[in-house]
């Protein structure tokens, strides 16, 4: 079902930028996907996709950035116990307005 839908789809798409019947038809073919587009079953199964896909996401982001601060963390105390580099990453909360902030850079180490 998937791949007739992706060939049908394929082949409007082909059409519409292909077609060399004019404005006038160009203007019906988007008038009648506009139509599909917002018929309520339609928009019913979008809204179906669209809360399956917040469900399934659920705690992604938020754990994807304390992720990324425990990465941030390791390898800014690794960096600074191995080279003398050291640099302040910025969290959500103190990161708005400002730039953040690098605090020292011992080249005559290496």
């Known amino acids: 079902m ?4 992706l060939f049908i789809t394929g082949g409007l798409v ?8 004019g404005r006038k038809r160009y203007d019906q073919i988007v008038a009648a996907a506009d139509n599909v587009w917002n018929a309520p079953p339609v928009q019913r199964r979008v809204n179906e996709a669209r809360d399956f896909a917040l469900e399934r996401v659920g705690d992604v982001p938020s754990a994807l950035l304390e992720t990324g ?12 116990k ?20 690098t605090v020292a850079d011992d080249t005559t180490t290496k």
């Open 82 to 101: 191995t080279s003398g580099t050291s640099y302040t990453v910025p969290t959500p909360a103190t990161a708005a307005p400002t730039a953040p902030t």
């Open 69 to 80: 601060k425990k990465i941030a963390s390791a390898l800014q105390s690794k960096a600074s």
């Open 2 to 5: 998937r791949g007739k839908l």
């Open 14 to 21: 082909g059409y519409v930028l292909g077609a060399r019947a």
